[in-house]
């Protein structure tokens, strides 16, 4: 018989938790949704939303995917939270009812910006509204339920 531990890990840009078997191979562990890819999707977003803002100038390197496009869009856009209620996700990218509501709460949050600047307005624009700070706020609790 092989060494039947491995090792394990969250994976520090999106939180999905890792391991390895006795192959060594690394695989996602199971969070029990049905769609584990798009809740993959929406924990680089959270994560990205919750993450200081880039310095004016900054260049990120190509791994630091996503972008604040990208973030919003993985958010909202992929998974129709600013039509539906993040309930109706359960099971399938959300595991409950507490991450439902912190999601909705951070949608509200995204869209109230996206409505005062638009969709077309720079990433420093996003970043300076004065409501950003609540936006990084709801992710980062938003993200320590997704990772909890």
């Known amino acids: ?21 006795a192959s060594g191979v690394w695989q996602a562990r199971s969070v029990n949704v049905a769609f584990p890819d798009w809740r ?4 680089a977003a ?3 939303l919750a993450s200081e803002p880039p310095l004016p100038g900054d260049v ?11 973030a919003v869009h993985w ?29 909705n709460g951070l949608v509200a949050a995204v869209l109230a910006v996206a409505d005062r600047h638009g969709n077309d307005a720079s ?5 300076s509204d004065p409501d950003w700070v609540h936006v990084r706020a709801l992710a980062t609790f938003a993200l320590n339920l997704f990772r909890g």
């Open 60 to 70: 990120l390197p190509e791994a630091a995917a996503p972008d604040l496009d990208s």
């Open 75 to 103: 958010l909202v856009d992929d998974t129709f939270w600013d039509v539906h209620d993040a309930t109706e996700s359960i099971g399938t990218i959300l595991r409950g009812p507490e991450e439902a509501s912190a999601v």
């Open 123 to 127: 990433d420093a624009t996003w970043f």
């Open 40 to 43: 993959a999707d929406v924990l």
């Open 46 to 48: 959270l994560t990205f």
């Open 1 to 21: 018989m092989g060494n039947e531990l491995g090792l394990s890990l969250i994976h520090p840009l999106c939180g999905v938790h890792l391991h390895t078997g």
